[in-house]
C-alpha cells in the first residue's frame, strides 16, 4: 500500500451527487480512501467516529452550509487540527475570505481541475504530517528536558547531605585550629577548603531553586526588613572576610524598607556579589546601594569589571546564560546564578536588569516592593 492510501480517509461534503461522484473517483483512483456526504450534520457525525485526514467541502448546502461545519470542526477539540479546503462556485473575494476567516486552509473555485484538487490535496496532507511529526518531536524533547530536569534535580537534591558534612567537619577542624596543631600553609588550605564547600552548596542550592521555582514556584513569606539586613546578609554569604575586598555600600537616607522574603532577597544580592567579585579587578572596590524607586525599592551592584556587549546584556539572565568571553581570571560558572536572580525577583513582581559598557564595567539592578506605607 502506498503512503497516500496508508492515510486516513478524505471526507467530501457536498449536496450535488454528482460532484460527490467525480471527486470521489478522482480520489479513490489517487490512492485515497473517500467517505462522501450529501449533508454537513451527516459529516460531522461521522467525524467524530472516525475522523478523517482531510475534508473537501462545499459551501452551500441546505440546513447547515460548509462555512458552519467547518466552524463545527473547528470547535472539537479532535477535529480542530485535521484541514478543511472548500470547494465552491463563490468566488468574489469576499466569499473565499470567509472560508478562511472559519478555518478554511484553503479555497479551489468551481468548475475545478483534477491536477490542482490533487496537488492540493497532496500538499496539505503532507504538512498536517509534518506538522503531527513535529508536535509528536515538541512533545518528545519536553518529555527529554523533564526527565532530565528531574533526573538533575534529584542528583543536587542528594548532593546537599554529604556538602553539609564536609562543611561541618571541616568548620570543627578550624575552630579546634586555635590551640596551634595546624601550621600556617595548613591553615590557608583549610579556609580555602571551607570557602569552596560552601560555594558548592550555594551552587547546588541554586540549581535545586531554579528547577523548583521554574516547574512550581516558590512561595514567598514576605516580611518588612531594611535593606541593610539583606546586605549584610548577603555580604555574609558571598564574600570571604580574609579576601580583603572593599565593598562601599550606599543606602540613600530616604529609602523605604524592603517587603520582601529575606532568604530569597539575600540571595539575590549574594548571588549579584559573587558575580561581581568574580569579574571585577582585585584592587577596585564594588559599590552595593539601595534608593526609593516608584515600583518599591531599586538596589543595584556597580564593579569595575570588563563590562558586558549590549548583544549580551538580556542573555545573561536565561538559564545556562554564560558569555563566551576571554577572561582569564574567571572563575567556573553554571550560568545559574542570575537566571536565578531574575525569578526570585519576577517572584515578587519586581524587574532585573544591568547596564554595562565593555571596558567601563556593570551596574546590575533590581526593584523589589517597598514596605506598605503606614
Known sequence: MNLEASQAPLMIVDDEPENLNVLGTMLSEAGWAVRAFPQGELALAAAREEPPALVLLDVRMPGMDGHAVCRRFKEDERLSQIPVLFISALSAAADITVGFACGGVDYIVKPFREVEVLARVRTHLALRAAYVELAQEHARLQ????????????????MRTPLQVICGHLELIDGNAASGHLQPDDQSNLHAAIRSARRLGRMVSTVVDVSRMESMGMPLQ????PVGEIFQMARAQALDPASG???????AGDCPALFCDVELSARIIANLLANALKYAPADREIELGAAPDPGGVRLWLRDHGPGIPALYQERVFEKFG?????????????????????????????????????????????????????
Do not use: N, Y
Open 143 to 158: 518529555l527529554l528536558e523533564h526527565q532530565r530536569d528531574r533526573l538533575t534535580h534529584m542528583l543536587v537534591h542528594d
Open 222 to 225: 514576605q516580611v518588612v526588613v
Open 245 to 251: 575586598r572593599q565593598i562601599i555600600q550606599r543606602i
Open 322 to 374: 554564560v558569555l563566551d568571553q576571554p577572561m582569564p581570571s574567571r572563575l567556573g560558572s553554571t550560568g545559574l546564578g542570575l537566571a536565578f536572580c531574575k525569578l526570585a525577583v519576577e517572584a515578587h513582581g519586581g524587574r532585573i536588569g544591568v547596564t554595562s559598557e565593555p571596558g567601563q564595567g556593570s551596574t546590575f539592578w533590581c526593584v523589589l516592593p517597598g514596605a506598605p506605607m503606614p
